[in-house]
Nanobody, 115 residues
């Protein structure tokens, strides 16, 4: 069982920045694909960014050039640096981990972009 704990959400003005962090339990963290999904009210959950065990990153088109995902295998953490935030980025952000046939989710952290 993998436990994921997110932190770093909050309220920010358009054009501002936030950094989300996710801490994971487990001794084989370096083998997980880790990432972030988000879900806005009335919308489906969508992939924001992910990073594989080998460090390959994938981003949603809507966040390319603005968001950066990174992982620290020594600390069992991933970060999502979000810059140039837009109102459309408002959502609950969920950390997730994938290994073999299992998926694990955090409890979510709210990001609100508003003036």
């Amino acid at each position: 069982q993998v436990q994921l704990v997110e932190s770093g959400g909050g309220l920010v003005q358009p054009g501002g920045s936030l950094k989300l962090s996710c801490a994971a339990s487990g001794s084989i963290f370096s083998l997980y694909t880790m990432g972030w999904y988000r879900q806005a009210p009335g919308k489906q959950r969508e992939l924001v960014a992910k990073v594989t065990s080998s460090g390959v990153t994938t981003y949603a088109n809507s966040v390319k050039g603005r968001f950066t995902i990174s992982r620290d295998n020594a600390k069992n953490t991933i970060d999502l640096q979000m810059n140039s935030l837009k109102p459309d980025d408002t959502a609950t952000y969920y950390c997730y981990a994938h290994y073999l046939w299992d998926d694990y989710w955090g409890q979510g952290t709210q990001v609100t972009v508003s003036s």
